[in-house]
């Protein structure tokens, strides 16, 4: 997928750092910034919500990959966008680009990674916030998401609709 230029990185994040990255919205360290998620640059930014896991044991965090309902409708995401962006017809000048979170088949999982959309709109300032070892935290600018695709189940799409509509502007 890299020669695509997308960053797909590993989902082995804490929960820990997960929480700091959430909270803050900033990084320490410039690989926390793409853990979890595809990021596919691009002049408007689709978000897209997939089950790329099941469930974790207990309900708690994420369990096996689900090739056939997560990774096929996220690899048909991006093979759209790839589509349109290589067709200088359909959207002259102007390039899609994408943010993909996993949901874990979980409503709430799913709500927290849709308060990743919601950071791309907000504009925070960071100047001060420094990290554990005094270095400044790193902030990556990101295109704010314009529209969201997925989630697989109706009720996960709603309960994010309803999240992401008090911040529409």
Do not use: W
Not at 29 to 51: K, M, R, Y
Not at 142 to 166: E, F, K
């Amino acid at each position: 997928m890299a020669d695509r230029g997308m960053v797909v990185s590993s989902s082995a994040m804490t929960l820990a750092r997960l929480a700091l990255v959430a909270v803050l919205g900033v990084v320490c360290h410039a690989a926390l910034a793409e853990e979890d998620s595809i990021i596919v640059d691009g002049n408007i930014t689709l978000g897209g919500l997939f089950p790329v896991h099941s469930r974790g044991s207990n309900g708690v965090g994420c369990g096996e990959v689900k090739e056939e309902a997560g990774i096929q409708r996220m690899e048909a995401m991006l093979y759209a966008i790839d589509k349109i962006n290589q067709d200088d017809t359909l959207l002259p000048g102007v390039s899609l680009g994408a943010h993909i979170l996993d949901t874990c088949s979980s409503d709430t999982h799913a709500l927290g990674e849709a308060l990743a959309f919601v950071r791309s709109i907000m504009d925070r300032d960071v100047r001060d916030a420094v990290c554990k070892d005094g270095a400044p935290a790193l902030k990556k600018r990101r295109r704010p998401v314009v529209g969201v695709i997925g989630a697989a189940s109706s009720s996960v799409s709603v309960d994010v609709a309803n999240i992401l509509r008090l911040f529409e502007s």
